[in-house]
């Protein structure tokens, strides 16, 4: 089925214990298309200054993605992001945040796009979401990201938000400041009464844990990866992962659900070992299926 994603376009600069990626692609509609075109069709809906350095037809070549939606906004500059990792790779220090053109309109879903029947919205202020979601004429599944920056000073709208969604991801630290619950099982509960169908909380090295508003729960670890090289765009890629698995199923039930987590999962267990996209430049969908047998052998005991 068709899987929308409206979400950030930038340009990082990301500093691990690994080296140094100067001026690379970022963003969350970037990493969350490259993770969904492994599985589906994905139409990516974004905008970019014309002072971007990248020619996107190279970038998505050979990639299942429809760039109707991508704006190159003339006067404009590209959102820019400059991250230091600690040796742990899971703390980082923001050094610089430019907004640029993300503090401007958004682009508007083209008319082709408006009969999405899968929607990913990524992480941006929640009016901005309500905005772009109400271009989409008739949408079976809505699933949003969201972050503290929008808990702690757009809370009005993102309640708003949280009526018109299917599906929230966030992660622990956001889980428990929405809800005001330590416990994330309670805190998961509580979104839900808050208008999603499902939660999925993502817990990092940890794995992800998931609660729908009929009390099932599921949970998975993450994939061991040992060589830890750039996290930058992993949550987004873990999104397009899975919304590209429930993409291709054309469901979204319990057990869809728990085999897109897995997918997500070992899909960006992979981006991982590289800076930027540059792991996929070699990995191929068979290396996903490969890992995702592997975590499921894993399971079972």
């Known amino acids: 089925m068709s899987l929308l994603v409206t979400g950030s376009i930038g340009i990082d600069t990301v500093k691990t214990p690994f080296g140094v990626s ?11 298309s490259m993770g969904a075109s492994f599985f589906a069709p994905v139409r990516l809906v974004g905008a970019a200054g014309d002072d971007c350095p990248f020619d996107f037809n190279e970038l998505f070549k050979d990639r299942n993605v429809d760039l109707e939606g991508l704006e190159i906004r003339s006067g404009s500059k590209t959102f820019r992001w400059h991250g230091t990792y600690q040796p742990n790779m899971n703390d980082r220090d923001t050094d610089l945040v430019e ?16 009969d999405s029947e899968f929607v990913f919205l990524a992480n941006t202020a929640p009016a901005l979401q309500i905005e772009l979601l109400e271009q989409v004429t008739s949408p079976k599944l809505v699933v949003a990201d969201t972050m503290d920056l929008w808990i ?35 805190a998961a509960k509580d979104i839900i009464a808050l208008g999603p169908k499902f939660v999925l909380i993502k817990k990092g090295e940890h794995g992800t844990l998931l609660l729908t508003d009929k009390d099932e729960v599921f949970t998975l670890p993450a994939y061991p990866t040992e060589n830890v090289i750039d996290p930058t765009g992993a949550g987004d ?43 996929w430049d070699t990995a191929t969908k068979a290396d996903i299926d490969n890992r995702y047998q592997e975590l499921k052998s894993m399971m079972q005991f």
Do not use: W
């Open 22 to 32: 100067e001026d690379c692609i970022g963003g969350s509609a970037i990493y969350f």
């Open 237 to 279: 890629t873990f999104a397009g992962g899975m919304m590209g698995y429930l993409a291709s199923q054309g469901k979204f039930d319990l057990e869809s659900l728990k085999q897109s987590i897995a997918f997500g999962t070992v899909t960006a267990s992979l981006l991982i070992e590289d800076f930027s996209l540059k792991r």
């Open 99 to 114: 907004l640029n053109i993300l503090a401007e309109a958004p682009p508007s879903v083209p008319a082709n796009f408006q």
């Open 152 to 186: 702690n000073n757009e809370k009005k709208d993102l309640l708003k938000l949280m009526k018109k969604i299917d599906g929230l991801v966030l992660n622990d630290s956001e889980a428990i400041l929405l809800s005001g619950k330590h416990n994330l099982v309670a």
